[in-house]
């Protein structure tokens, strides 16, 4: 079990394919997981997921703990089939989402003590507690407890890298059951000489993966590719790696060439009930005017569902007018745009092209600030004052 | 086109099945139709009511008028493209919505204007404007503009009635296309002769269709029977009888056996979005502590995705966790229960069983008012002191 395969390899980049066993499936990686947290990918049915092809879903231990609890989900044979999922599945420790309820947590050697967003009781994490609720839940990957400083605070950085060391030995030692794989989180801001004592001291714990944390969360992108160049090379080969968080398109392009081979974020799913839809040529905004008698579908050639069946007019006429529906076709879109950029960058790796691929795709995708100053400067072209202001 | 033949007639009741052709495909009656009131069966894709065998859909011409316009949905090819359902569809005149503005709207004998609901704008519609609107969205059933008055106020039923004739025949005089059926609405309250006297004058006018409204807005039950019984006979043989707005399943049951053909009604996806779970035994709320453990299915035997797949404690998690997953699994029971149960009826009828199954029927199923004193009484004779209140 949790044998991890490189099945090519990208011969100019750290970019490669790979076979990650799990006890429900195979994950071929490249692998992004949508982001369950509360149990369901927002809007999405099981099935929807399947069409999609995901194949890995995350869920938070946090969310699940505090409601329903892992309790009632291990009564229910675990968060498989309490949620009707039956592919794999990976659950974080639940610190990511304590450590950013700032006010309202504290903090010690053994654990951290918190109060719950719902209901203000007070609750305490401790690696030990956070690997029995992640075995309650049952997913096939799990994760230690970690601490996610600001990445720019050294001092901050130093202090949190000991405890994070700490729980990952504790954590590592409450473990269980057999069936699920433990990974460990390599933390330290953007510190090279952290990062890489960090990656260090969780090689020798012998971790079956290894995660990247703490990315993603004020730093540069230039801040970020450039920890996962000190990161990765000091990890395990032939260990599955894990980029926490990331998931703009971008980010997972220049994750992929960095070596990383599992990533989640919201951000798909997210900015989709926002009405931010992924397309090759970067994010449009359904709700802008533009839109209003747009026959087009959300991005000609994609195969999904709301692509296959709706224009961009009926699906802006439903995030104006409320309607749910537009948020979950948006989700549909938005995560089989990246499943599907996944698939290709799998091929591309597979068949030699990835880096001429990951050229063109930075250079088509637009990222959200360099579509307003595209804008901006085609109106100047155009001999417009000013670019026309989205309505709402 | 928009031929009916009835197909079955059941010998002890005005029950009867019957087949309704319209330019998107035939409609098998007794039929129900989920309202779209927004151009989208709330939480619903067009194949999420294709596998619900849902076969005529519902959507509201004052929403559609005030947004997107009915000029932009004509400029997609009209309502089926527009919302990506391709069959069967009815609109309303849009006249009750109106009517139900109270305070925001002024009536004369040539039509209605009022202020839109969503930024106040001042708008007027009148018999031959609604047909406009309707002609443009372009659904197979339209209908006349309506007043729709308090149903046990007399003079303002008198009163009303000569309106809503006087608009009935400008609105088939302002008819252009010859694929839409227009249907005539009796109106008249509670008030037997108003309703003898409104069915007989629409019948001189010839329609194609026949709808009784102004029902299930604040009579009784047994007023609303009542009603039916002094109305449907006064209707011609072989027309398709609508009874608007109804939908609840015991009066879906009862208006079967009084002759009616189609319903339409947003108590089963609106009690949906609230917890409110559809069963053979009555109306269950999701929402109840019971539920909190509970592996049974919303009803074991119902062949929906929601009961196929999920636990009444997953679904209950998803409404506790504010999840809109919830929203549309529950919508996706409700609407299978209601189909299912027409299909039952349609079965029932044809086969010469149709009023046992009513008998059985409305002894299984309790309303709610009836299940909360079933419960109070079950509660006494277990010696407890009061029932267990619902957490919310």
Redesign the interface.
């Known amino acids: 079990m949790f044998e991890f395969h490189v099945t090519a390899q990208e011969p100019h980049s750290a970019a490669h394919t790979g076979v990650f066993e799990t006890p429900h499936g195979p994950l071929l990686t490249p692998v992004f997981a949508p982001v369950g947290t509360?149990?369901?990918v927002?809007?999405?049915?099981?099935?929807d997921l399947h069409e999609l092809e995901a194949s890995l879903v995350l869920a938070n231990t946090y969310?699940l703990y505090l409601?329903?609890g892992p309790e009632?989900i291990a009564?229910?044979g675990g968060l498989h089939s309490?949620?009707?999922w039956p592919g794999p599945l990976l659950t974080d420790s639940g610190g990511y989402q304590v450590f950013s309820l700032a006010q309202m947590r504290k903090l010690d050697a053994d654990g951290v003590t918190f109060r719950s967003h719902i209901d203000g009781s007070l609750h305490r994490f401790t690696p030990e507690s956070t690997i029995a609720a992640q075995e309650a839940l049952g997913a096939d990957i799990i994760m230690c407890l970690d601490e996610c400083p600001e990445p720019l605070d050294r001092a901050y950085n130093e202090d949190a890298l000991r405890r994070t060391h700490a729980w990952a030995a504790r954590c590592q030692a409450a473990q269980r059951r057999a069936d699920q794989a433990l990974f460990g989180i390599v933390q330290g801001g953007i510190f090279p000489d952290l990062r890489a004592e960090s990656a260090r001291t969780l090689r020798a714990l012998d971790f079956v993966g290894y995660a990247i944390g703490g990315l993603s969360v004020g730093e540069t992108k230039a801040e970020m590719y450039a920890t996962l160049e000190i990161t990765v090379p000091e990890l395990p080969v032939g260990r599955p790696r894990y980029l926490m968080g990331v998931g703009a398109p971008e980010d997972i392009v220049e994750g992929v060439a960095r070596g990383i081979d599992i990533f989640d974020c919201v951000l798909p799913t997210r900015v989709a009930r926002n009405g931010g839809l992924l397309t090759r040529g970067g994010r449009m905004n359904l709700r802008n005017a533009q839109y209003?008698?747009d026959?087009l579908p959300i991005e000609p050639g994609c195969d999904c569902?709301a692509c296959q069946?709706?224009?961009r007019?009926?699906l802006r006429?439903?995030f104006?007018?409320g309607?749910?529906?537009g948020?979950?076709?948006a989700t549909v879109h938005n995560l089989r745009f990246v499943l599907r950029l996944m698939a290709e960058i799998r091929g591309h790796i597979a068949a030699g092209t990835f880096m001429a691929f990951r050229a063109q795709f930075l250079t088509e995708y637009q990222l959200p600030n360099q579509a307003v100053r595209h804008a901006q400067h085609a109106a100047r072209r155009r001999g417009e004052t000013a670019v026309r202001k989205a309505d709402r």
Chains 1, 2 share one sequence.
């Open positions: 509360q149990a369901t927002k809007t999405l049915t099981p099935r969310h409601r329903p009632l009564d229910f309490f949620m009707g209003a008698a026959p569902y069946h709706f224009s007019a009926y006429h439903l104006k007018a309607e749910t529906l948020l979950h076709l």
